[in-house]
């Protein structure tokens, strides 16, 4: 479950910072997360102003994978395949994406922090 996290988490801070910030390194990137004995949250938000009242992300349908060569597309789908349930709220142009769990934990956990001049993260979107 691990390297699926990863995936895409790594997929939404990659749309974060290219789509949502437009690659500006000035701007930033917040993600809260947050565990419960069973369920984990993350929240991302950045500091763009993207339209994205064309992306139908709250009832996002993979059967139509778009193709390899695709620019665009494969990365909603990956949050879908990955997380339990992926919100975009308009209003606050805030992605939240949940993911049960299994195996209880017994810590609760909330932290809060801004990502800025990751040079990974900035360099993982020049590269699509």
């Not at 000035?26 to 929240?43: D, E, P």
């Not at 142009?93 to 801004?114: C, D, E, M, V, W």
């Amino acid at each position: 479950m691990r390297d699926d996290l990863r995936l895409g988490l790594q997929e939404a801070l990659v749309n974060a910072v290219s789509h949502g910030n437009s690659l500006d390194p000035g701007k930033t990137v917040c993600v809260q997360f947050s565990a419960t004995r069973n369920t984990l949250l993350w929240v991302i938000s950045d500091q763009g102003f993207m339209d994205v009242s064309q992306f139908k992300i709250n009832n996002i349908d993979c059967n139509d994978f778009p193709p390899q060569d695709s620019e665009n597309g494969r990365g909603l789908c990956i949050l879908a395949k990955v997380f339990d349930k992926v919100c975009w709220d308009c209003n606050t142009g805030q992605l939240t994406l949940y993911k049960k769990i299994s195996k209880p934990s017994a810590n609760f956990r909330t932290s809060r922090f801004f990502l800025s001049g990751l040079d990974h993260v900035l360099d993982m979107a020049v590269a699509r």
